[in-house]
């Protein structure tokens, strides 16, 4: 029998450093230091992290995902370099590793397009469509560059997705968002957004859980009204969890942070954090440019870090019906910034489990679920045959 593949990712912050200053970075304060990792770093971390999944006697998938600042600010050559290495070091039967980079995508010349093709296996893009908060430092928009260099990758068939920031700029025109990625066959990841770099920074253009989910449920009936299929995170996975829930025999899924963590977030001076910790450095694992692996994962705080996940699953996620269709990760690692914290410590989990309550509703209402047949009667809805879009990335 043919083992399961487990797979991790590291989200490198190459640098800081961007060309553009979009009003919501949570990195805004830093969108200016030059500051790189060097390449004898990067050796020392993929000689860290090699050390660790070699000896696990199963295949793993590591897959790094280079991220900023705007990662395509480095040359080329750097990455080249960083595929070197990664081809000397990693050089194990059990694992495999994947590039991806997330790029604001308005540096494309035919060396970075060359490297998007040929180097990196996925490419994320970041475009809002509508709100003209990602802009330049003259504080002129840079989406029509973007939308430009979008068919620059489209005409050199170079697979890629995009994310999409939620703002209060672009809320009103989730129909359009919606188009936009329907004609274009691009998978997406609709995303709110993220806590700022700085106090009051979001003044403006500031959403809450509600909203948040209110567009979300906007994207939902969009989707099911749709006949064609359109690859929208995270309802998407939402959908299919709901219909995992009422189908049996579907499998279940319970995130279990302590027997493999599937994502690492790699800070510019090798701190190692929990997505949902990022750069709290009470937070950090240890430093990748400096210790093995194994010993960040066996650390005394990364065993803490471990225990308060689990402790926010076990006060909010035990007590949901979604829970093992919905692994519980979204509560373990994700946004907190949209959730409530109840008085007893408990998470209200506004917007994961409101919009799964909100598709089942959807689902019973159109006749899709039916409890008694058990069964599932749409073909779009035959999940399983989807094949997987092209990433973006967080
Ligand atoms: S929907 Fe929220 S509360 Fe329910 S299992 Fe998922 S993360 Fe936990």
């Not at 553009?20 to 200016?32: D, H, I, K, T, V």
């Not at 990664?86 to 997330?102: A, L, P, S, T, W």
């Not at 998407?236 to 027997?259: L, W």
């Not at 690692?333 to 489990?353: H, L, P, T």
């Amino acid at each position: 029998m043919t083992q399961e593949t487990k797979k991790v990712q590291f989200v490198v912050k190459t640098s800081k450093h961007c060309n553009l200053r979009c009003r919501y970075c949570y990195e805004f304060a830093e969108l200016g230091n030059k500051n790189a990792i060097a390449l004898a770093q990067i050796e020392q971390m993929f000689l860290n992290i090699a050390s660790y999944y070699q000896n696990l006697d199963f295949p793993i998938e590591i897959e790094f995902v280079w991220h900023g600042g705007e990662p395509l600010l480095q040359k080329p050559d750097f990455y080249w370099q960083v595929f070197d290495l990664q081809k000397k070091i990693f050089n194990y039967e059990n694992i495999q590793v994947r590039n991806g980079v997330q790029t604001n995508l308005t540096l494309l010349d035919s060396q970075r397009l060359k490297l998007l093709k040929e180097g990196f296996d996925g490419v994320g893009v970041s475009i809002d469509l509508f709100g003209g908060l990602r802009v330049y430092q003259t504080g002129i928009e840079s989406q029509n560059k973007v939308l430009e260099n979008i068919d620059k990758l489209t005409d050199a068939n170079i697979d890629f997705g995009c994310i999409s920031v939620l703002t209060k700029k672009n809320l009103d025109f989730i129909p359009e968002i919606y188009s936009f990625y329907r004609e274009m066959n691009l998978s997406a990841r609709i995303l709110p957004l993220f806590k700022g770099s700085f106090e009051n920074q979001h003044q403006g253009f500031e959403i809450t859980a509600y909203e948040v989910l209110e567009a979300y449920k906007k994207l939902v009936d969009l989707w099911l009204a749709d006949d064609k299929f359109v690859w929208i995170s995270p309802i998407y996975e939402a959908i299919k969890q709901v219909i995992y829930h009422y189908s049996p025999n579907a499998p279940t899924s319970f995130y279990d942070k302590r027997e493999w963590e599937s994502i690492y977030i790699v800070d510019v001076d090798g701190e190692v954090y929990s997505y949902a910790d990022a750069y709290a450095i009470t937070h950090t694992h240890g430093n990748i440019f400096n210790q093995p692996l194994a010993d960040l994962i066996s650390s005394s705080q990364h065993q803490k870090i471990i225990l308060e996940a689990e402790e926010r699953i076990q006060e909010t996620c035990s007590q949901c019906k979604f829970f093992g269709s919905c692994s519980g990760y979204p509560i373990a690692e994700g946004n907190r910034q949209y959730n409530e914290i109840n008085q007893d410590g408990s998470i209200n989990c506004i917007v994961d489990k409101g919009i799964r309550q909100y598709i089942e509703y959807r689902l019973f209402e159109m006749g899709i679920i039916d409890v008694n047949k058990g069964e599932i009667t749409l073909d779009k809805f035959n999940l399983n045959s989807q094949s997987s879009p092209s990433l973006a990335y967080i």
